[in-house]
């Protein structure tokens, strides 16, 4: 996997994580894709799972408040 | 006899639990007392162990025993305290061994509330008659929000159960609070004023939220604007008003209701640990998902390689081989015929070459003459008299002159020599 497929993975949200996977997943199982196509769709299968619960793991809520003039204004919620 | 004074007719006294009885069932049985409110003042309040609740309802001029049966007490909304002006509803009657009459009392509201109703049910109306409140403009809630927009009180309960049920369920959201007073004269306003401001930070999702209280408390969630603005909203709303049994306009305006603002916050996120075992199910299927298919592609590998065996071009040459080694054989085996014909073949000529070879003939008494260069005499023209010859005898040469020279008779030339 190339760096730049790396750094892409790395800038998904949960959400598209889990649809790609979901695809990713399908596709592995419903279709006969060739070896290099089959690893190629399971090493992104991997990165995607890794990124989906790295993201799960690592989550920490962000709370801001919205102040008069419409700024927002981080939080320390603890 | 019509006009005697009644005491002077003889009559059976009644005993005071007949007359308390009669009286009872008169006053049961009055349409006005059967179903009544009453507005007035709270005093001499006792709440027993019984679990039975009664005080006196006062104004300026007049009291009115009342009682709370338990079974109502529970379900009433606020606590009770001596000076409150509430309205009560219940019927009147007769406390026979008392002798007194009080109010039973099935439902109290703070005083005002009534009017606050009407005014709630008249509001209700009018905005379910534009459609604000049609079930096909609620909209679904996405289910993975990332920015979750909060309007609540910043000091309430509320929001602290809104922060705690998000950060345990799904930490991966932005919360953006967006501060407004949640009562009172100025709470609309700020409510709309902490809505407009949500929508612009491009929000996933609000909720609107307040913890419980009475119906004027909520009020400023029945409030017109507040419940445009919900209906309006280009983002979904959730709304957390109260407690179970709260209603607020707010709630038929919003996109879902949901009992607390707990429940809110629940509602608007999915839960992480059943977010952590659907991608461990994901995961689970990917892997067999991979092994599926390189088992798959083992077998069909296999089958193809045994296809290629059996279509090998080592098959090919090992049969070609076999040819080549037949053939061979052959070849050989005409060599071999080949060469015993030549050399039998070859002994023939020797034997014919060996009955031409010319020394053979000397040996039976011929000689070949020869001129001292070395050329064949065949015939007399070739010497002269006095000539030296050589001689070929079958054991060795004799070198001879020429004495004399005669030609042969022409008939003696005709005989000839046979070999």
């Known amino acids: 996997m190339s760096k730049k497929k790396d750094q892409e993975i790395d800038n998904l949200l949960y959400e598209q994580c889990l649809e790609e996977l979901e695809q990713v997943v399908t596709t592995l199982e419903n279709s006969q894709p060739s070896l290099e196509e089959a690893m190629a769709l399971f090493e992104r299968g991997q990165a995607l799972a890794k990124r989906a619960s790295s993201l799960l793991e690592q989550a920490e809520l962000r709370v801001q408040v919205i102040t008069g003039q419409g700024e927002l204004t981080p939080t320390n919620e603890e | 006899m019509e006009d005697l004074p009644l005491f002077l007719i003889p009559q059976a006294a009644l005993s005071v639990s007949d007359l308390n009885r009669y009286l009872r069932e008169i006053i049961e049985s009055d349409e006005v007392l059967r179903d009544v409110w009453v507005q007035g003042e709270i005093s001499n309040l006792s709440t027993p162990g019984s679990g039975h609740i009664y005080f006196t309802l006062k104004d300026s001029a007049a009291s009115l025993r009342c009682v709370i049966w338990k079974t109502n007490a529970f379900r009433l909304r606020q606590s009770l305290a001596n000076g409150q002006l509430v309205e009560a509803h219940g019927y009147i009657s007769i406390y026979e061994a008392g002798g007194q009459y009080q109010l039973y009392i099935d439902s109290l509201r703070l005083a005002g509330e009534g009017a606050l109703f009407q005014e709630f049910v008249r509001l209700k109306n009018k905005l379910e008659a534009e459609g604000l409140f049609d079930p096909q403009r609620k909209r679904p809630i996405p289910p993975f929000p990332q920015r979750i927009g909060?309007?609540?009180?910043?000091?309430?309960?509320?929001?602290?159960?809104?922060?705690?049920?998000?950060?345990?369920?799904?930490?991966?959201?932005?919360?953006?609070?967006?501060?407004?007073?949640?009562?009172?004269?100025?709470?609309?306003?700020?409510?709309?004023?902490?809505?407009?401001?949500?929508?612009?930070?491009?929000?996933?999702?609000?909720?609107?939220?307040?913890?419980?209280?009475?119906?004027?408390?909520?009020?400023?969630?029945?409030?017109?604007?507040?419940?445009?603005?919900?209906?309006?909203?280009?983002?979904?709303?959730?709304?957390?008003?109260?407690?179970?049994?709260?209603?607020?306009?707010?709630?038929?305006?919003?996109?879902?209701?949901?009992?607390?603002?707990?429940?809110?916050?629940?509602?608007?996120?999915?839960?992480?640990?059943?977010?952590?075992?659907?991608?461990?199910?994901?995961?689970?299927?990917?892997?067999?998902?991979?092994?599926?298919?390189?088992?798959?592609?083992?077998?069909?590998?296999?089958?193809?390689?045994?296809?290629?065996?059996?279509?090998?071009?080592?098959?090919?040459?090992?049969?070609?081989?076999?040819?080549?080694?037949?053939?061979?054989?052959?070849?050989?085996?005409?060599?071999?015929?080949?060469?015993?014909?030549?050399?039998?073949?070859?002994?023939?000529?020797?034997?014919?070459?060996?009955?031409?070879?010319?020394?053979?003939?000397?040996?039976?008494?011929?000689?070949?003459?020869?001129?001292?260069?070395?050329?064949?005499?065949?015939?007399?023209?070739?010497?002269?008299?006095?000539?030296?010859?050589?001689?070929?005898?079958?054991?060795?040469?004799?070198?001879?002159?020429?004495?004399?020279?005669?030609?042969?008779?022409?008939?003696?030339?005709?005989?000839?020599?046979?070999?």
């Not at chain 2, 930070?201 to 408390?217: M, N, P, Q």
């Not at chain 2, 053979?360 to 001292?372: D, E, I, K, P, W």
């Open chain 2, 150 to 419: 909060v309007v609540t009180s910043p000091t309430g309960a509320a929001l602290q159960d809104i922060l705690n049920t998000l950060k345990r369920r799904f930490p991966l959201a932005e919360v953006l609070i967006a501060p407004a007073s949640v009562q009172g004269e100025a709470a609309p306003r700020e409510i709309i004023a902490g809505l407009k401001n949500l929508w612009t930070h491009t929000v996933d999702l609000i909720l609107v939220a307040r913890g419980g209280g009475s119906l004027e408390d909520l009020w400023a969630f029945n409030d017109e604007g507040v419940v445009r603005a919900v209906a309006g909203s280009p983002v979904p709303v959730i709304s957390g008003v109260g407690h179970e049994t709260d209603f607020t306009l707010t709630d038929f305006a919003a996109d879902v209701r949901a009992p607390t603002p707990t429940g809110a916050a629940m509602l608007a996120t999915p839960d992480i640990t059943e977010l952590a075992d659907t991608l461990r199910q994901y995961a689970d299927r990917l892997n067999s998902a991979i092994l599926t298919n390189l088992i798959g592609m083992k077998r069909d590998l296999n089958e193809v390689y045994t296809r290629l065996e059996h279509n090998s071009p080592i098959n090919q040459v090992c049969s070609q081989q076999q040819t080549v080694d037949f053939l061979q054989e052959r070849l050989r085996q005409a060599q071999r015929t080949q060469i015993i014909r030549q050399v039998g073949w070859l002994g023939t000529l020797r034997a014919r070459l060996t009955a031409l070879d010319p020394m053979a003939v000397l040996g039976r008494g011929y000689a070949v003459v020869r001129t001292q260069d070395n050329r064949l005499i065949s015939r007399i023209a070739q010497v002269a008299v006095d000539q030296a010859v050589n001689i070929r005898l079958s054991d060795g040469s004799v070198t001879a002159k020429v004495n004399s020279i005669r030609p042969d008779e022409p008939t003696l030339r005709q005989g000839g020599l046979d070999e």
